[in-house]
């Protein structure tokens, strides 16, 4: 759903009730009615949070003796697979409720000792929480930025450009690409560790759109994305992996270049595609490759 409000926003508990049409207390609050999990990490109250890096330690549910993965922090540890929308929420002063946004687990739930309300050493569920970014937050980030390392003088422009890449558009272009496929494009490659989010129109001339449309994306291993972002392959109008004439067989063979392999392109990669055939590829000639437009 469509939550009217934006992250950085105080309310109070009565506006917050009647936006996620949720109980009036807890920290943790399910609304079946609007699919959400309100999350309320209290800097006031009893739990231990804190924040690493990007990622958010949010303790569980239950006050007294151990925690448990049942109610809220089961919704909550399934979150992945059961399409609840989280929203994250915090106290910095008592009845003032911050906005920071959508959130997902950044990793595994996890257990650790805190003290309980009765002042008891117990163990409690900790969760990795991390923001979900809209297109267009992102986009702010990314321009926010690109200002700040403009400002730099040290810094020559290849380096800011991977500062950027690598802090905001790398790591969500590929969990984007990710949730379509999880291997290379042109072989068995399976392992997310190697896959890398490869742009068709590299970064560094897309537009900000352009930089985050799933659609500019082959995930490619590191061979194939090495070829690729080189222009020594490329692909005709129908997908057909087209092959650089100053590859010799030898390269192709140990490189597991087949040049049966057809990419699956919808209208909007066959832009991107088009571009980088024509741009890109080193070659145009050897296997006779056509590009209409
Ligand atoms: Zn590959």
Request: proline content about 4%.
């Given at each position: 759903m469509d939550i009217a409000i934006k992250p950085g926003e105080i309310i109070n508990n009565e506006q917050l009730t009647s936006i996620f049409l949720c109980a009036p207390q807890g920290g943790m609050r399910r609304s079946h009615r609007t699919n959400t999990l309100v999350l309320i990490s209290d800097k006031t109250g009893l739990y231990k949070d804190r924040v690493e890096g990007d990622v958010f330690h949010y303790t569980g549910m239950g006050q007294v003796g151990d925690q448990t993965l049942t109610s809220q922090n089961k919704t909550l540890a399934e979150s992945n697979h059961n399409a609840v929308d989280m929203h994250f929420f915090e106290v910095l002063k008592p009845k003032q409720y911050t906005y920071q946004g959508r959130v997902e687990l950044a990793g595994k739930p996890y257990t650790e000792k805190q003290i309980d309300i009765n002042g008891k050493m117990?163990?409690?569920?900790?969760?990795?929480?991390?923001?979900?970014?809209?297109?267009?937050?992102?986009?702010?980030?990314?321009?926010?930025?690109?200002?700040?390392l403009n400002a730099d003088q040290i810094l020559d422009e290849t380096e800011k450009e991977r500062i950027v890449k690598t802090r905001i558009g790398q790591s969500l272009f590929k969990q984007k690409l990710l949730s379509q496929s999880k291997q290379c494009a042109l072989c068995g490659v399976n392992d997310e560790r190697f896959l890398i989010a490869s742009h068709i129109k590299p970064w560094s001339i897309s537009t900000n759109e352009e930089r985050l449309d799933v659609n500019n994306g082959l995930l490619l291993c590191p061979n194939h994305d090495s070829l690729f972002d080189k222009g020594y392959i490329s692909f005709d109008e129908k997908g057909s992996l087209q092959v650089g004439d100053d590859l010799n067989d030898t390269v192709l063979i140990f490189m597991n270049i087949n040049p049966n392999i057809r990419l699956k392109m919808n209208e909007r990669q066959k832009g991107y595609i088009y571009w980088h055939y024509h741009n890109r590829f080193k070659s145009k000639k050897i296997l006779g490759a056509i590009w209409c437009k």
């Open positions: 117990r163990n409690v569920w900790i969760f990795p929480l991390r923001l979900i970014h809209g297109d267009m937050e992102l986009i702010q980030e990314i321009e926010n930025l690109t200002g700040e």
